[in-house]
């Protein structure tokens, strides 16, 4: 349930910088696990060369994949991302098959054709129809699309992707989308 509502809650943040959001959940997260650990009593400080170690991990294993969520969430939604990321753990699985020459069962067959079905699904969705965005002010990395139709001062190229605060017309149209960061509406 924590997951969910993070992820939730994080979605509604995604249109700022991915790496931003990324680091400061990091830091706030580690910071409380710290304090928490303090509080109880269970902090062994580690030596330099450690810690140095556990903060590159740390960055590579979570912050890269936290960000690239993060970028996620911004263009295809709070289930669609969570669906996709939950394939790693089996990608993991799989490649313990390949490296640690684990056997393949019956249970790991099952799980796969499952998965398989999911993203088959996800991926064959077909989400067309008559929508409307409402008058939205934000600000976000974004180009010259259907949805950012907007001015720029003279000077500012407007070709490639750029971030700065603009304003969304009311806009009524038909379209494939997800529910994405400008496609969020009521069906």
Not at 30 to 45: E, H, K, M, S, Y
Not at 142 to 157: F, L, R, V
Request: glycine fraction near 8%; hydrophobic fraction near 40%.
């Amino acid at each position: 349930m924590c997951w969910a509502l993070d992820n939730n809650f994080t979605q509604k943040v995604s249109a700022g910088d991915p790496l931003r959001i990324a680091a400061l959940k990091g830091l706030s997260a580690g910071t409380f696990n710290l304090i928490l650990a303090a509080g109880l009593r269970q902090v062994q400080w580690p030596s330099a060369p450690v810690l140095a170690g556990v903060a590159l991990t740390g960055t590579l294993g979570y912050g890269v994949s936290l960000a690239a969520f993060v970028a996620a969430l911004r263009h295809l939604g709070t289930a669609r991302t969570g669906a996709y990321f939950s394939l790693a753990p089996f990608v993991g699985a799989s490649l313990s098959l390949l490296i640690f020459h684990e056997p393949l069962t019956t249970r790991f067959g099952a799980a796969a054709l499952f998965m398989a079905a999911g993203v088959y699904l996800h991926l064959t969705e077909n989400h067309d129809h008559e929508h409307t965005h409402e008058e939205l002010e934000h600000e976000h990395e974004h180009i010259h699309d259907e949805h950012h139709q907007h001015s720029h001062e003279p000077g500012q190229g407007a070709a490639q992707p750029h971030t700065h605060r603009h304003r969304h017309s009311s806009l009524s149209h038909k379209h494939p989308h997800y529910p994405d960061l400008h496609h969020r509406h009521e069906h």
